[in-house]
């Protein structure tokens, strides 16, 4: 990992600073919803008590009641359920296949029971046996007692509930009802009139393939809507807050207030907001659904809880965007009794705007704070790559192949030694181990010219000496001897020799005088003259279309592609072939000299130009060494152009390829 990415990752740790800032705001709408939802709780309890204490709510017997619904619209008594659809998801379940609606308006209460039955025993109610067919028994209570009625028809259409108890005061004597029938079931519509002031009903379906008790009916007191209980609720309730009372089961028996989930003058938080709340901060808000406003039964969690005796209270989104709304419920009833559920709902807009403006501030400035952060580490890291880039860069430059240093060291502008920082210390540093290693690079380099010097006399005496032996009676057996001393004296001599000639050589590339030549004539030259030394090898030569001028000296390359010849003659078989080719580069020139023949070794690569050097045989006694001087020439040659010389083996393993990368010599200035 670079330097520049190890900063930039140490500049998002200060990612922590908006995180820690995210949990201390969700931690202070968390609180801010727990006191409101306390405060709600405490107003709800308070005004529970005081319904309980004012009597406004009827204690409920042991079991439930039959639910009584507004009408929104005239009910026709026909036996059809077509004026009761708007009430239809709201009906009571009556016996095992059966269920009930029953609703009022000013004058009427309406009574519609739907019996699934596919099997059926028709009797009219006046027959005999009328109580053994299919029918329903309806009860009426009301405060003289109870009776009871027959309902059973033959066909479809209207009949006449007989009774069977006998009369009762303020109890009708007969009803008038409607008998409907499918291949489903049967359905049967009636009314009664709103002044028997009933306090009671009972429902029973009899199913003559079933058995069972064919008087029975299901009794229960009446519940409904109460205009009185919700005047009383009214002058209770807090203000914006909307309240009402249900029965335990969920029935709605009074209400007071409405909802109000509109804009208000804090405005209305935008669809990006809205969602930052819902997603980053209020995790816990449940769905907004029909518990909300108009429904005669609420069939909620919080109402079931309550009704269980629990007090509970739930977060929920509103219908409005933005808005959540704050419903508590606690049961109404004292001594162990429930009878009933207050339900208090408020809906509110401040906690998400507060919490929102609080989170998109806290991270608006984090951002910002990150931002500037990343931006000051991420400049001084490019900075501080930049500094050890050159610092890297003058270190692979100081130094040449051949451990000479370059000119621009010698002249000690190493870059930044002047630096008083950690980077100045390792860059003078640097300087002073490139200074030992010039001065022992020197040493080695003109170690050499110094050993042949003083090799010359101590040669010159065993020479000597050999040659008065040669002239002395020796025995036979001593004259091989002899002639190996000759030998080693003679390859020591061209050693001595070689080591001369290496620092005249150097001394003299140093020494030629560059001038602007078309390397095309050069390298065309030097092809034809090579070709009468060739023999029977093939020696190709590709040349650019357009002249290639550089300024070098052009004798300096003619010798150095006399080496590389002579060096490709020693390992190409007679028969072979030998390419030379001129190329153009971005920066100067190429030239290549590529030969059929053995690959070189992997190791020996980036040796071959080194003084000394040689992958040919060894020669056998008496013949002339070789010294591997040949490349080591071409590398001076090269680096006197400001280029390179390499080796490489074809890709195709036919053979190897030298090249000449020039650049050109600098020019002189007048």
């Known amino acids: 990992m670079t330097l520049r990415r190890k900063l930039l990752l140490v500049a998002l740790c200060t990612l922590a600073l908006p995180v820690a800032g995210w949990l201390y705001v969700r931690q202070m709408e968390t609180l801010l919803r727990e006191g409101q939802s306390q405060a709600l709780l405490a107003s709800a309890n308070a005004v529970a008590r005081s319904l309980v204490v004012t009597g406004a709510v009827a204690p409920e017997s042991a079991g439930p009641g039959w639910y009584v619904q507004q009408a929104?619209?005239?009910?026709?008594?026909?036996?059809?359920?077509d004026d009761w659809a708007p009430l239809t998801p709201w009906s009571q379940p009556l016996?095992?296949?059966g269920k009930l609606l029953l609703a009022a308006d000013d004058d009427w209460l309406y009574l519609y029971a739907d019996v699934r039955a596919t099997r059926r025993s028709r009797a009219d109610a006046d027959d005999a046996g009328a109580l053994a067919a299919d029918h329903l028994i309806l009860a009426l209570g009301d405060a003289n007692g109870q009776r009871r009625y027959l309902l059973a028809s033959a066909a479809p259409g209207p009949f006449a509930a007989r009774p069977l108890d006998p009369p009762v005061d303020g109890l009708p004597e007969t009803i008038a009802a409607q008998w409907q029938e499918d291949g489903s079931g049967y359905r049967v519509e009636l009314r009664l009139p709103r002044d028997l002031h009933l306090h009671a009903l009972g429902v029973g379906v009899y199913d003559a393939a079933a058995g069972g008790d064919r008087m029975a009916a299901d009794t229960r007191?009446?519940?409904?809507?109460?205009?009185k209980l919700a005047g009383e609720l009214a002058q209770l309730v807090p203000d914006r807050v909307q309240a009402r009372v249900l029965a335990s089961r969920g029935?709605?028996?009074?209400?007071?207030?409405?909802?109000?989930?509109?804009?208000?003058?804090?405005?209305?938080?935008?669809?990006?907001?809205?969602?930052?709340?819902?997603?980053l901060l209020a995790t816990r808000l449940e769905d907004a659904g029909l518990w909300s406003q108009d429904v005669p039964r609420l069939d909620t969690r919080e109402v079931a809880e309550a009704g269980a005796g629990k007090p509970v209270s739930v977060w929920r989104s509103g219908e409005e965007r933005g808005s959540v709304v704050l419903a508590a419920a606690v049961p109404i009833g004292h001594a162990g009794r429930i009878d009933g559920v207050l339900l208090l709902e408020q809906a509110s807009r401040t906690v998400p705007l507060l919490a929102n403006r609080a989170l998109f501030g806290l991270l608006l400035t984090s951002f910002g704070v990150l931002l500037v952060a990343g931006g000051i580490l991420l400049a001084f890291a490019t900075r501080l790559s930049l500094r050890l880039g050159r610092l890297r860069n003058a270190a692979e430059r100081a130094q040449l192949n051949d451990g000479r240093l370059d000119g621009s060291f010698e002249h000690g502008k190493f870059p930044m030694t002047d630096a008083p920082d950690e980077i100045g210390d390792l860059a003078r540093s640097f300087e002073r181990l490139f200074e030992v290693v010039g001065s022992y690079t020197d040493y080695l380099r003109t170690l050499a010219s110094k050993l042949s010097h003083e090799l010359?006399?101590?040669?010159?005496?065993?020479?000597?000496?050999?040659?008065?032996?040669?002239?002395?009676?020796?025995?036979?057996?001593?004259?091989?001897?002899?002639?190996?001393?000759?030998?080693?004296?003679?390859?020591?001599?061209?050693?001595?020799?070689a080591m001369s000639e290496s620092s005249r050589m150097e001394r003299s590339i140093l020494a030629a005088e560059p001038e602007d030549v078309d390397l095309r004539d050069?390298?065309?030259g030097c092809a034809e003259a090579y070709r009468p030394l060739v023999g029977a090898r093939r020696l190709d030569c590709t040349l650019p279309d357009v002249p290639l001028y550089?300024?070098?000296?052009?004798?300096?390359?003619?010798?150095?592609?006399?080496?590389?010849?002579?060096?490709?003659?020693?390992?190409?078989?007679?028969?072979g072939w030998l390419r030379l080719t001129l190329r153009s580069t971005p920066d100067g020139a190429e030239i290549e000299l590529a030969n059929q023949g053995p690959l070189?070794?992997?190791?020996?690569?980036?040796?071959?130009?080194?003084?000394?050097?040689?992958?040919?045989?060894?020669?056998?006694?008496?013949?002339?060494?070789?010294?591997?001087?040949?490349?080591?020439?071409?590398?001076?040659?090269?680096?006197?152009h400001g280029g390179v010389a390499s080796a490489r083996n074809l890709d195709d393993g036919s053979g190897v390829a030298f090249s000449l990368r020039l650049r050109g010599m600098p020019r002189q200035r007048l």
């Open 72 to 81: 929104p619209n005239p009910i026709t008594v026909d036996g059809y359920g």
């Open 95 to 97: 016996g095992s296949r």
């Open 221 to 227: 007191p009446l519940l409904g809507y109460s205009d």
């Open 251 to 279: 029935w709605l028996l009074a209400r007071s207030g409405r909802l109000n989930t509109a804009p208000g003058s804090d405005g209305q938080p935008g669809w990006f907001a809205a969602l930052v709340y819902r997603s």
């Open 456 to 497: 010359n006399t101590p040669l010159a005496i065993v020479k000597s000496s050999l040659d008065n032996l040669e002239h002395a009676a020796l025995p036979a057996e001593a004259q091989p001897y002899l002639a190996r001393a000759r030998d080693g004296v003679a390859r020591l001599g061209a050693l001595v020799r």
């Open 522 to 524: 050069v390298v065309r």
């Open 550 to 575: 550089l300024h070098g000296a052009p004798e300096l390359i003619a010798q150095a592609l006399d080496k590389l010849l002579d060096n490709a003659l020693s390992f190409t078989p007679p028969d």
């Open 600 to 640: 070189l070794p992997v190791a020996m690569q980036g040796r071959l130009f080194d003084s000394l050097v040689s992958l040919r045989d060894k020669a056998t006694p008496g013949d002339a060494p070789h010294l591997g001087l040949g490349l080591y020439v071409v590398r001076l040659v090269a680096e006197r």
